[in-house]
């Protein structure tokens, strides 16, 4: 009779712990969302963002009216979603690592075949593909019009490559049917949220400090750590769920990372913690960091240490999204080890890498691309030169680059006067930025005569001038920026270019197909001697792609060796990697080498991996970073 018994008690007990669970699970949903990633919005104005893709026979399209994406599942296991272009990709690890983070999918099944159980699934930048849990729709939210809603959870202890980023995001379904996707976005949920409202720079003067809480009444903890790992604390009393504080002088280490979080209760649980956020002591004092152009030279400020003086710029090009992940903090940190002090980083004005078919926002690409360059390379002592990574043409063919490339249409005069207006943008964002080394304002003009190359940069440089007088900026020359072509782009022109500012260096690039080292001296010299105004090599490397190790290798020592004799600065190209990397020597060229078996090819690094040569040369060359008078 007791076993009878205890049958239904054991049953209403689980019945109870199902509930509470139950009841736990919506609750955790009305949290704060601590932080917010889009991976999919219905109703975006560039729909270029979202290249569709199918997964195992899927398909998907987008929906032009409203912009949304229309899935197929076509059989068992099948769906679509979305590839990102390079400028969108982005690092899931952090997301990964926080056990409050779910995927949120708004959509709704058209037609009447149900999808059974679905999954999400992120494609990485190097094909690895990462799979979320799998749901029904018993486990989703009902919204209105038919729209529902689940929340995905991904594995915690997935490993991803360093440099690793997600390209693709996709959905699928266990029964062939089709579905239509609103949005798909990464939330992360707390009892507490916690954002920084104002300009970064101003973090030394007031951290103005916003968030919310699960509870309407609670009180809240903000936590402080210093760079030397002393706490700081303030607490305050949300109302209705919201809270603020102006932290006047905040106890930051200045120059250096400080940690600050916010907490609830006893803050011993994941849940009862805002995502802790990294805050950079930022110096307000920057007068001393201007450099501007003087006779051969780029000279530093009367404000800073030592006075007016030669500044060396040695750096590396930063191809963000292009040739490497986006990695701000860790490009920066690594240049600042390798003895370097600038950051060459391409952008752009008017398409994405030049492909007429991704247009950029620019005051999007500004904020999401740019910012956080310039950012990080405070953080290390460093400058950045913006380079407009344009050709006054459509997209080059990159694997034959400096030959005759006529075939492409160059621009309009009303894309040429767009370039100029948006340069003007930029300068007007930028004209305070000292960290800001100046404006590289194309990146190599080809087949194309030097009038009009003088004409197209005026254009530019009116633009730029009429807001912002003080930063340098960076010409190159006709012939692809080549050495050869400096006076036959310049010549006789330099004192009236930049005038009555002349504050322009006249960039060059060259690597070994271009010409010998001492023939570019040659020219660097005979065009600084005669005119007596400074150059500077933008763009070097090793044409590893059709040149043996042997002939590389003599090139970047021979023009190492130009730059250092001469005091010209210099930008090496590209970091493909994090890494100091001096390249395992190897007797084959690129298309040599591709037709090895996969084991026996060398390291693909591009250029900038012969940091054996270009590494010491650095820590001899390169100006250090000026400080300001004691």
Known sequence: MIRHLMLPVLAMLLISLSLTVEAQDKQVWDLPVANSHPLFASGNPHPWEHKTAGVRGGKSQVLPEDVSLLITSTRSDSGGGVNYNSAQRFDPKPFLADPCMRVELIFKVVGKDQPGKMKMVWRTWQRQYINSDTLTLDDAQQLEDGWMLLRFAFDRKTEIAADDQIAGVMVTAQNPCQFQIRSMTIQQYRNVSLHLANDPMDNLKTLKIKGQTQQDNARVFIEIIDADGKKHMKVIDAVDGQYSLDWQSPPLTSQAVNRIFAHVGKGNEVMEQS????????????????????????????????????????????????????????????????????????????????????????????????????????????????????????????????????????????????????????????????????????????????????????????????????????????????????????????????????????AFHDYPMDNHPWIVQQHIVDFMDKYNVPVMCTEFGATWWDKDETTCREFQAGILGVFARQDVGWMVWALKRVENNARHPHPLPKKVAEKLPKDKRPNDFDSCAYSDIWGPIARIMASEFPKAKP
């Open 275 to 506: 995502i802790t956020q990294d805050v950079f002591g930022y110096t307000a004092s920057t007068d001393h960091l201007w450099l501007t152009v003087k006779g051969r030279h780029i000279v530093t400020s009367d404000q800073a240490a030592g006075g007016s003086k030669p500044f060396i710029a040695s750096g590396v090009g930063y191809a963000r999204n292009v040739i490497i992940p986006a990695q701000d903090e860790q490009v920066a940190a690594f240049c600042k080890s390798m003895g370097l002090n600038t950051i060459r980083l391409p952008f752009y004005l008017r398409y994405f890498n030049n492909r007429e078919h991704e247009p950029i926002d620019l005051e999007h690409h500004l904020q999401t691309f740019v910012d956080p360059v310039i950012l990080a390379a405070k953080r290390h002592g460093l400058y950045v030169i913006l380079d407009c990574h344009s050709y006054f043409t459509g997209q080059v063919d990159e694997a034959n680059a400096r030959k005759n490339q006529k075939n492409l249409k160059r621009w309009s005069d009303e894309g040429l006067a767009e370039w100029a207006r948006r340069w003007g943008m930029v300068a007007e964002r930028y004209k305070d930025e000292p960290y800001v080394m100046g404006y590289e304002l194309c990146n190599e003009p080809h087949d194309i005569e030097p009038e009009l190359v003088r004409a197209y940069y005026s254009k530019a440089r009116e633009a730029i001038r009429k807001v912002d007088q003080r930063h340098i900026l960076f010409v190159g020359t006709c012939d692809w920026s080549h050495a050869r072509a400096l006076d036959k782009t310049w010549g006789g022109y330099t004192q009236t270019f930049d005038a009555p500012f002349n504050n322009t260096v006249y």
